[in-house]
């Protein structure tokens, strides 16, 4: 395995974090800035109505988006698999 090789293992592991996590943090700092949105204009500070919005669109997300999350990081796990096994047959 050279240099390239293990570049593009640490490229694909990173984009996968990013297909992963991405989601989730967009969407999350969305209802976040929302919510200050609406307590901006109401003058409403309560804590757990910022924290109770992000929480259920944080759970929708992973709803949707969970099978897409499982395949994306399967896929990855399998081809660090074939990788290690490819490296250790040579």
Same mark, same amino acid.
């Given at each position: 395995?050279?240099?390239?090789?293990?570049?593009?293992?640490?490229?694909?592991?990173?984009?996968?974090?990013?297909?992963? =996590?991405?989601?989730?943090?967009?969407?999350?700092?969305?209802? =976040? +800035?929302?919510?200050?949105?609406?307590?901006?204009?109401?003058?409403?500070?309560?804590?757990?109505?910022?924290?109770?919005?992000?929480? +259920?669109?944080?759970?929708?997300?992973?709803?949707?988006? =969970?099978?897409?999350?499982?395949?994306? +990081?399967?896929?990855?796990? +399998?081809?660090?698999?074939?990788?290690?096994?490819?490296?250790? =047959?040579?």
């Amino acid at each position: 395995m050279n240099e390239a090789d293990i570049a593009s293992v640490v490229r694909d592991g990173m984009m996968v974090t990013l297909k992963i =996590g991405g989601p989730l943090l967009a969407m999350a700092l969305a209802a =976040g +800035l929302l919510v200050a949105f609406v307590q901006a204009v109401t003058q409403i500070n309560e804590a757990t109505l910022a924290f109770i919005p992000k929480l +259920l669109v944080i759970g929708l997300t992973l709803i949707l988006l =969970g099978p897409f999350m499982f395949a994306t +990081l399967s896929n990855y796990t +399998l081809l660090l698999f074939d990788r290690i096994i490819a490296v250790g =047959g040579t």
